[in-house]
């Protein structure tokens, strides 16, 4: 059971029948949220570069 302790955000009750499941649903998750806030910090900062270079 060392694996839930590396992943500290994987909830114990998240799924218990099938935990290599539950872990590829917290990477999953993990790599959707870090590509989501990749694109808006991507999309943030072309806004940020735009808003400078109109108003520049």
């Given amino acids: 059971m060392s694996s839930s302790e ?5 909830p114990a009750t998240g799924s218990p029948q099938s935990p290599v499941g539950g872990a590829y649903k917290v990477i999953g998750s993990a790599l959707t949220v870090v590509v ?3 694109l808006a910090w991507g ?5 940020i570069k735009a808003v400078a270079i109109f108003t520049g």
């Fill in 36 to 38: 989501v806030g990749g």
């Fill in 6 to 10: 590396t992943w500290s955000s994987v």
């Fill in 43 to 47: 999309l943030t900062l072309t806004v």
